[in-house]
T-cell receptor, first 111, second 113 residues
Framework: GEDVEQSLFLSVREGDSSVINCTYTDSSSTYLYWYKQEPGAGLQLLTY?????DMKQDQRLTVLLNKKDKHLSLRIADTQTGDSAIYFC???????????FGTGTRLQVFP | EPEVTQTPSHQVTQMGQEVILRCVPI?????FYWYRQILGQKVEFLVSFYNNEISEKSEIFDDQFSVERPDGSNFTLKIRSTKLEDSAMYFCASHQAGEETQYFGPGTRLLVL
């Protein structure tokens, strides 16, 4: 079945690193995505990784993929108050265009 | 930077009324989607649309729902007779041919009373 799970909350101090975790069940994933949702706003694509990659770095963002354990993580270095938002991981599957979303992790950054 | 736009941002309607949610996808995109997010729940896929027809739909997308691309720019979601449980944030998304990343609009918050 298709299921994507995330922890609901994460609270970090400004300047620290944040690590948001995601697990998924379907092994036919093609791409895995991270989206950011600020209050009242839509889903902003942050980054994505192809399923045959282990890691992708994009400025302050590092995505790690453990395909064996079906575990995806997003690390935000030097977290800022502007990073406070809900972060969704999403899975793209083979033979379908739909994305399967996780529950979202609310990241709160405090000074 | 081009973006997906949606109107209205908020809509309140009475149960049983028809609503039409509008989206303008990014101009050179050919694949279009609707998703919804009931408050406190996951973002759920509703329907995908390509080449003027539905390519995939979820079990949520029953006969009360329909989609249309009435002209070269708009993509609409119609709910024929709204129910209380249709209250949600509705997101439109689009992507280019040959690309895998879907770009989302800001959403329409629908409240059915």
């Amino acid at each position: 079945g298709e299921d994507v799970e995330q922890s609901l909350f994460l609270s970090v101090r400004e300047g620290d690193s944040s690590v948001i975790n995601c697990t998924y069940t379907d092994s036919s994933s093609t791409y895995l995505y991270w989206y950011k949702q600020e209050p009242g706003a839509g889903l902003q694509l942050l980054t994505y990784i192809f399923s045959n990659m282990d890691m992708k770095q994009d400025q302050r963002l590092t995505v790690l993929l453990n395909k064996k354990d079906k575990h995806l993580s997003l690390r935000i270095a030097d977290t800022q108050t502007g990073d406070s938002a809900i972060y969704f991981c999403a899975e793209g599957l083979h033979n379908t265009d739909k994305l399967i979303f996780g529950t979202g992790t609310r990241l709160q950054v405090f000074p | 930077e081009p973006e997906v736009t949606q109107t209205p941002s908020h809509q309140v309607t009475q149960m049983g009324q028809e609503v039409i949610l509008r989206c303008v996808p990014i101009s050179n995109h050919l694949y279009f989607y609707w998703y919804r997010q009931i408050l406190g729940q996951k973002v759920e896929f509703l329907v995908s649309f390509y080449n003027n027809e539905i390519s995939e739909k979820s079990e949520i997308f029953d006969d009360q729902f329909s989609v249309e691309r009435p002209d070269g720019s708009n993509f609409t979601l119609k709910i024929r007779s709204t129910k209380l449980e249709d209250s949600a944030m509705y997101f439109c998304a689009s992507h280019q041919a040959g690309e895998e990343t879907q770009y989302f609009g800001p959403g329409t918050r629908l409240l059915v009373l």
